[in-house]
């Protein structure tokens, strides 16, 4: 199984990217970190350790990160995920939040681990993840590869180039993405592939039972949100796309091309800008996920619930 660690802000895709992560048995999930995004780090964190209890996870530590972006102000997504920042379902109780600081967690879990082992899964914002590189450097080496939500070629989600993730801290991404280390860009350009339709939301409900019903409450609540804030008729699950490419790199079509941020201030502030023109040799560390297997998906998302209800 491929040990990853996610470092994530639920959010209702990103809950469902811990379910995956938690059930497929080509995953070892070694640890959930969290960091404000989505929402405030509080209710993100909170939000993942009801996850937690959800699925069963005993034994998964979570650890907390940092509550905001390196240099700008929190800006949560309250739009497509409420207050709470999971609104639309009842949580259970939250189960333990493991003591420890998320930044050091990432270090020592990579640090600890064979070299080439830990692969990182972040769906939020990037400011743990930079600044755990900043903090130890030799984790660059170390981890096997980044496998990211964030950015697109040159589509937006907040603004006409920028996507929410990288938005929220640039100066973090663009960190993340000048270190050498392999990266997916998992963007906006296959994740708007992913979307919950009517048809996925059959496939769910007719397996019925407790997961599935939270599941579907989730989209419910998602669909209503990307309708209003976003104009589209179903809403786009973008965090597990991330879990998915690890499981099966054949459901992710990948274009290797060379990534960086832009951090300047304008209508392009928080653009990942992919050079299609650089020529691609052993320097490029970096791909971008353009073409989503659809069905392929989201039977890795069912198989995922009726999983974690039947264990
Ligand atoms: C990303 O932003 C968040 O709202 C989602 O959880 C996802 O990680 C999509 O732009
Ligand atoms: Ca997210």
Redesign the pocket.
């Known amino acids: 199984a491929k040990k990853i660690i996610l470092d994530?802000?639920?959010?209702?895709?990103?809950a469902v990217?811990m379910l995956l992560a938690h059930a497929n048995p080509e995953i070892e999930l070694l640890g959930v970190t969290t960091i404000g995004?989505?929402q405030t780090l509080d209710k993100v964190t909170h939000n993942a350790q009801c996850l937690a209890t959800e699925y069963g996870m005993e034994g998964v530590p979570i650890h907390a990160g940092c509550d905001r972006p390196l240099l700008r102000p929190v800006n949560p997504?309250a739009k497509?995920?409420g207050e709470s920042g999971l609104d639309g379902v009842v949580l259970p109780e939250p189960a333990p939040l493991s003591e420890g600081h998320a930044v050091d967690f990432i270090i020592d879990t990579i640090m600890e681990n064979e070299p080439g082992t830990v692969t990182l899964v972040p769906?939020?914002p990037l400011t743990n993840i930079a600044m755990a590189v900043r903090k130890e450097p030799r984790i660059v080496d170390r981890v096997k590869e980044v496998v990211l939500?964030?950015g697109g070629v040159h589509v937006g989600?907040?603004g006409p180039v920028a996507?929410?993730?990288i938005w929220?801290d640039p100066e973090a991404a663009k960190i993340v993405f000048n270190e050498p280390w392999p990266i997916t860009m998992v963007g906006?350009d296959l994740?708007h592939q992913a979307l919950a339709t009517d048809e996925v939301a059959k496939k769910i409900a007719d397996l019925g039972g407790p997961v599935a019903d939270f599941v579907l409450g989730l989209f419910t609540f998602f669909r209503k949100a990307y309708q209003d804030s976003q104009g589209f008729e179903f809403p786009?699950v973008?965090?597990p796309c991330t879990v998915a490419y690890l499981i099966d790199p054949d459901i992710v079509k990948c274009v290797k091309v060379p990534i960086d941020v832009e951090t300047a201030p304008g209508i392009t502030n928080g653009m990942t800008v992919a050079d299609f023109n650089a020529p691609i040799d052993e320097t490029v560390h970096t791909q971008a996920a353009m073409e989503l297997d659809f069905d392929g998906f989201w039977s890795l998302v069912v198989d995922a619930i009726d999983r974690v209800q039947k264990s």
């Not at 994530?8 to 990103?14: E, I, Q, S, V």
């Open positions: 994530c802000d639920p959010g209702h895709d990103d990217a995004g989505n997504a497509e995920h769906t939020g939500m964030g989600n907040r996507e929410f993730n929220t906006l994740t786009p973008h965090d």
